[in-house]
C-alpha cells in the first residue's frame, strides 16, 4: 500500500525535476531525414544545424530581459504524411516545443497541420508550397510563395519565352505538391492559349515511366512538365530521353537539390525550373548564409535550406518580439511580421499564413543552377 | 501508331523481366518450405547495392564479372538468412516465420540505409546504352535489349537447372513432400539452402538491371517486392513457369492500361485484374490445388 503512493510521488518529483532544470526555447522539426527525398532532409538539418550554433554562440534568444539558449529537436517524418503526423504529436505533447519548424513536403505539413492547429501550437513549413496547408489555419505560417502563383509563373514562361504551343505533364498524383502545381499548369496554359496534349500521372515510389513516356512521345508536345521532386525527375528525363523524345523540359521548386544533377548529369543541361531563389541574386543576407553554409557542410545551398534557414529566424524573432515563449504570444508576433530580410527575400505576413514573395527561373547549364529570370 | 504499340511492348518487356527475376525467389521458396519470404524484396535490393559498390570500388571491372560477382555475394546472404533466420523456425507455426520474414526485410532496409545512405542512386552504366533508332520512329536502347535477352537466359537457365540436374530433382520432391524425401535420404537443408541462393542470386540480377534501367534506394524493395509477389500469385505460387507467365503479364496489364486507358487507372486495373483471375482459378494460372493432409 505504501508503495502505490511513494512510487508515483517520486516519478511526479523526478518529472518535475527534469522539467523544471530545463531552461531555455524547445523548438521542434519535422523534416524528412529518411525516405524518398532524403538529402533534402539532410540540407533542413543542415541549416536548422548551423542557425542553432549561431544563436547559442551569441547566448541565445532574448525573452523578456533574459538570454535564454535554444534547443532544435530535429524528428524524422520519412516523407510519409502518417509519420508526419506522429512526429508533431511527439513534438507538441512529450517535448512541449513552443512552435514547430516543418516539414518540407506539402503532404507533410497538411498532415501535421491541424494537429498543430488544434494544439495551438504556431508552425512555419519552409517549403511546403501546396495552398491547402495554410488555407483556414490561424497558427500555421510558411515562407515561401504558393501553388498558384508558381504555376501561373512556369505556364507563362513556358507560352512566353520558350514559345510552346503544346505541352504535356507527367506528375505524382498520390503528392498534394506535385498533383496541385500540375493542375495550376494546365489551367493555366489553357487559359494562356497552349493545348494540353497528355496530363499522365504516377505513383510515388514507380521507378519506371516508360508507358506514360512512350504515350506522351506520340503526341510530340513542345514542352514537357514535370513539377515533381529531384529525386524523380532525373529518372523521368533519362528515359524520355532513351525514348528518343527530344523536347524541352521544365518543372518547379521540387527540382532544387544537388541529387538532380548528381543523378541526372547530362541529361538535364538546358532544362528550366522555378524556385525560390537564386545564389546569383546579389542579396547581403544571402551571400552571408551561403559563404557560411558552403564553409560547415561543403556542400551546395539549395533553396529548402535557405528557407529553413529564413523560418528559424522569423521565428526568433518573432519570440523575441513576443518577450515571452508563449505559443500564442509567438503566434501573433509573427501574424505581425513586417519586411523580415531574409536569405530569399522580404517576408510580410498580410493576414494569411501566406508571405507574398517572388519566384525566379533557374536554367540549368554546364551541371550548374543558372538565374534566368524573375517573375514577381 | 503501330511504332507506339511496339515501344510499349519493349517497355513491358523490360518491367515484366525484372518482375520476373524477383518473383522466382517467391514462388522457389514458397514451394520447398512454405514461407512467403517477404524479405525477398529487399534481397533484390541488397543485390541491386552489392552491383552497385562493386562497380564503385573496384573501378573498371568488368559487367560481365560484376553481375556474376553480385549474384554470387548476394546469394551467400540469402543462404546465411535462412540459416540465422528462417532455419530454428521451420518447423514453428507459419506465421512466426513470415513474421521473421518481415523482420528481416526491416533490417536489410535499414542496414544498407546505414552504409550507404538514403539517397537513391544509379549503377553507373555498364551495359552498352547506345540508342537504336528504327525507321518508324521506334527507339530502343542496348541496354534495354540486353536486359530482356539476360533475363530470359537465366530463366532457361534456372528451367534446366530445376528439371534436368540431381539437386533439381530433389527440390522438386522437397515441394511435393517434405517429410518423405527425408525417409530417401535427402539432405533437406542442402536443398533449401540451394533454393535460397538461387532466388537470391536471381533477384541480386534483377536489382542491378534495376539500378542500370532506372535507379536503387534501401526502400526499392518494398513496392517491387510487393509487385512481384503479386505476380507470382498470379502465376500460381510455386510454379516457376506460373511466376515468369504472371510477371509478364502484369508488367503487359501495367502499361497498356496507361498507353490506352489512363495512367490514372494502372494499379486499379492490375489489381482488379488480380482479384478477378483469383476468383476463377484461386491457385493462380499454372497453381496446383494443394491437397489438405489430415
Known amino acids: 500500500m505504501r508503495r502505490s503512493v511513494w512510487l508515483p510521488a517520486a516519478l511526479f518529483a523526478l518529472a518535475c525535476l527534469s522539467a523544471c532544470s530545463e531552461k531555455g526555447v524547445k523548438i521542434g522539426v519535422s523534416a524528412p531525414l529518411s525516405g524518398d527525398i532524403a538529402a533534402l532532409g539532410q540540407s533542413t538539418r543542415n541549416a536548422v544545424l548551423l542557425a542553432q550554433e549561431e544563436i547559442n554562440a551569441k547566448g541565445g534568444i532574448k525573452v523578456g530581459g533574459a538570454m535564454q539558449k535554444v534547443t532544435f529537436i530535429v524528428e524524422d517524418d520519412e516523407n510519409k504524411p502518417e509519420a508526419a503526423a506522429t512526429v508533431f504529436q511527439k513534438l507538441i505533447s512529450q517535448d512541449k516545443v513552443v512552435a514547430i519548424i516543418g516539414s518540407q513536403s506539402s503532404k507533410c505539413s497538411n498532415a501535421g497541420a491541424p494537429i498543430a492547429e488544434a494544439a495551438g501550437i504556431p508552425q512555419i513549413s519552409p517549403w511546403s508550397t501546396n495552398p491547402n496547408v495554410t488555407a483556414g489555419k490561424h497558427f500555421v505560417f510558411r515562407a515561401c510563395f504558393i501553388d498558384p502563383f508558381q504555376g501561373k ?68 508536345p513542345d514542352v514537357l512538365f514535370l513539377p515533381n521532386y529531384f529525386n524523380d525527375v532525373p529518372l523521368q528525363i533519362q528515359q524520355a530521353r532513351k525514348l528518343g523524345m527530344t523536347c524541352k523540359v521544365i518543372g518547379s521548386d521540387g527540382w532544387d537539390n544537388q541529387e538532380l544533377i548528381k543523378m541526372g548529369g547530362k541529361d538535364m543541361e538546358g532544362t528550366y ?22 564553409k560547415k557542410y561543403n556542400t551546395q545551398v539549395d533553396a529548402a535550406a535557405a528557407l529553413t534557414y529564413d523560418s528559424v529566424y522569423l521565428l526568433v524573432q518573432a519570440i523575441e518580439k513576443a518577450g515571452k515563449a508563449d505559443p500564442k504570444a509567438i503566434r501573433d508576433a509573427i501574424a505581425s511580421t513586417k519586411n523580415f530580410d531574409g536569405v530569399t527575400g522580404a517576408i510580410t505576413f498580410n493576414g494569411s499564413g501566406d508571405p507574398v514573395k517572388g519566384a525566379v527561373i533557374i536554367r540549368i547549364e554546364n551541371g550548374k543552377f543558372v538565374f534566368d529570370s524573375a517573375v514577381n | 501508331m503501330l511504332a507506339t504499340v511496339i515501344q510499349q511492348l519493349l517497355n513491358a518487356a523490360q518491367l515484366g523481366a525484372v518482375y520476373a527475376l524477383i518473383a522466382l525467389g517467391y514462388t522457389m521458396v514458397y514451394g520447398t518450405i512454405r514461407l512467403i519470404n517477404f524479405a525477398h524484396g529487399d534481397i533484390f535490393m541488397l543485390g541491386g547495392f552489392i552491383g552497385f559498390l562493386l562497380v564503385t570500388l573496384i573501378p573498371g571491372l568488368p559487367v560481365f564479372v560484376m553481375i556474376p ?3 554470387l555475394l548476394t546469394a551467400l546472404v540469402g543462404v546465411l538468412i535462412e540459416r540465422v533466420a528462417y532455419r530454428k523456425l521451420r518447423n514453428a507455426q507459419r506465421m512466426s516465420l513470415v513474421i521473421t520474414a518481415l523482420g528481416v526485410g526491416i533490417f536489410l532496409e535499414n542496414l544498407v ?14 551495359l552498352p546504352n547506345k540508342a537504336l533508332k528504327f525507321a518508324n520512329g521506334v527507339v530502343i536502347t542496348e541496354d534495354k535489349i540486353l536486359i530482356i535477352v539476360i533475363s530470359l537466359l537465366l530463366m532457361v537457365i534456372l528451367w534446366l537447372f530445376v528439371n534436368k540436374t540431381l539437386i533439381g530433382t530433389a527440390m522438386r520432391a522437397v515441394a511435393d513432400n517434405k517429410d518423405a524425401v527425408q525417409l530417401m535420404g535427402v539432405n ?39 509487385k512481384a509477389f503479386i505476380a507470382a ?21 501495367e502499361v497498356l492500361t496507361v498507353a490506352y486507358l489512363s495512367s490514372n487507372l494502372k494499379n486499379g486495373i492490375a489489381f482488379g485484374l488480380l482479384i478477378v483471375l483469383l476468383l476463377i482459378r484461386p491457385n493462380g494460372i499454372m497453381g496446383r490445388a494443394e491437397l489438405k493432409k489430415v
Request: hydrophobic content about 45%; cysteine-free.
Open chain 1, 273 to 294: 525550373f522555378t524556385n525560390h531563389y537564386s545564389p546569383d541574386v546579389d542579396r547581403p543576407a544571402s551571400k552571408a548564409f551561403i559563404a557560411k553554409y558552403t
Open chain 1, 153 to 220: 509563373a512556369v505556364a507563362g514562361f513556358a507560352r512566353g519565352k520558350m514559345k510552346a504551343a503544346t505541352a504535356a505533364v507527367l506528375y505524382d498524383v498520390a503528392s498534394d505538391y506535385n498533383k496541385g502545381i500540375a493542375e495550376v499548369f494546365r489551367d493555366e496554359f489553357t487559359k494562356g492559349g497552349g493545348k494540353i496534349v497528355n496530363f499522365e500521372t504516377y505513383n510515388t515510389n514507380d521507378k519506371d515511366f516508360s508507358a506514360q513516356l512512350s504515350k506522351i512521345k506520340g503526341s510530340t
Open chain 2, 188 to 226: 533437406l537443408n542442402l536443398v533449401i539452402s540451394t533454393t535460397f541462393a538461387v532466388g537470391s542470386a536471381l533477384a541480386a540480377a534483377g536489382g542491378i538491371f534495376f539500378g542500370q534501367a532506372y535507379s536503387i534506394d534501401p526502400y526499392m524493395g518494398i513496392d517491387l517486392g510487393w
Open chain 2, 233 to 253: 500469385v498470379i502465376g500460381g505460387i510455386g510454379s516457376i513457369e506460373g511466376a515468369v507467365l504472371g510477371s509478364f503479364l502484369l508488367a503487359g496489364v
Open chain 2, 113 to 126: 540505409r546505414l552504409i550507404v545512405g538514403p539517397q537513391a542512386r544509379q549503377i553507373p552504366a555498364q
Open chain 2, 69 to 71: 560477382a553480385a549474384m
